[in-house]
């Protein structure tokens, strides 16, 4: 069954980097997602994108966050420069442009930072 | 707004004992829901969903959830857990019109004991 990926598995980085995080979307899927769940605490939305642009976004979502379709089957999400606060578990989803269709996720990646 | 809400943050059974998992939700719009499992560091896989038409709904791993109108509740149960059955797991709902965001309630750690 296909899968979305993401990768790394796990992102360590210094407080006031940038950090990218990578999607492989399922190949036929036109809707993406990322969500994020820090520890301990409920998985809440980040961002939606369709057609190379954002369709919905969070309050968490602030200037600090952007997305990008780079190529034809990466997703990113991008983290200008990083705070403590976005330690958390990052999960990408993707969906079918076809109605009715649930979204799927990725494995997630940890990001700590320190 | 929609929300979804999950009653019991933990809940431990025995192995082979019936369980049930509670899920409410409010919405002013068309109710899509459904329930996600996450296994310990992996992602969140989909156990079944509702989009419409019989509200008892079959999913994977013997799981099942009944769609309740009146009561707003989604519970999803199984009648004989396994030890394998243990994970987080997450009510949540909306996703389906275009690229809508997924809102999860809090989870229910389920722990299987022996």
């Known amino acids: 069954e296909p899968e979305v990926t993401q990768t790394p598995s796990h992102q360590v980085t210094q407080m006031g980097q940038e950090v990218i995080l990578r999607c492989v979307p399922i190949s036929n899927h036109l809707y993406f997602y990322w969500y994020r769940q820090i520890l301990g605490q409920k998985v809440e939305f980040l961002v939606s994108?369709?057609?190379?642009?954002?369709?919905?976004k969070s309050e968490i979502f602030d200037d600090q966050f952007s997305v990008e379709r780079p190529d034809g089957s990466n997703f990113t999400l991008k983290i200008r420069s990083t705070k403590l606060e976005d330690s958390a578990m990052y999960f990408c989803a993707s969906s079918e442009v076809r109605g009715n269709q649930p979204q799927h996720f990725g494995d997630g990646t940890r990001l700590s930072i320190l | 707004a929609q929300s979804v809400t999950q009653l019991d943050s933990q809940v431990p059974v025995f192995e082979e004992a019936p369980v049930e998992l509670r899920c409410n939700y409010s919405?002013?719009?068309?109710?899509?829901l459904f329930w996600y499992v996450q296994y310990p560091n992996q992602g969140l896989q989909l156990l079944l969903k509702y989009l419409s038409g019989s509200t008892l709904v079959k999913g994977i791993n013997g799981f099942e959830a009944e769609f309740n109108k009146s009561q707003t509740s989604f519970h999803l149960r199984k009648p004989s857990v396994h030890i394998s059955d243990t994970a987080e797991y997450f009510c949540a709902g909306g996703g389906i019109q275009g690229a809508q965001k997924l809102v999860f309630g809090q989870g229910t750690r389920l722990t299987i004991n022996p």
């Open positions: 919405s002013s719009v068309s109710v899509y």
């Open positions: 994108f369709y057609n190379n642009e954002i369709s919905e």
